[in-house]
């Protein structure tokens, strides 16, 4: 969290505030979690140390100085995104799952489901988050 907080207040970003989009309330599948594949994908195409954003414009993270991620530590052995008891332990502790989850197993999304059920996925959250 330390580091995910020094590169997002640092250049070229210089972010004081941080948005996530999260369903699991709603229902909403398109959240930020459930997006979690392609933001790995992105940071693992081409080799480049570029970042892209939505309106193409290039903005360089240095020579080598971070670390590509591989996808399967995230991922459930299907490649799915899943919250639940199959969670990898990666995902769990990653800072958009604390994000999207903070307090969330205490929150009752549907009369016959218990808390921390995440109507986006369909599951209940993992224990342990």
Known sequence: EADSADMM?????????????FGGLTGQRGDDIG?????????NAGGTDELVDAVGS???VGEQDHEWVDQDEFLSPEGDV????EAPFK???????KLSFADFDCVRTES???PGYDR????VLHPEA
């Open 35 to 43: 997006k979690t594949e392609w933001m790995l994908r992105l940071v």
């Open 120 to 123: 986006a996925r369909g599951s």
């Open 91 to 97: 995902l769990l502790n990653s800072t958009l799952f």
């Open 112 to 114: 016959r489901r218990p």
């Open 9 to 21: 207040a640092s250049a070229p970003l210089n972010a004081s505030y941080v948005v996530v989009n």
């Open 82 to 85: 899943v919250i639940d008891h």
């Open 58 to 60: 290039r903005y360089a």
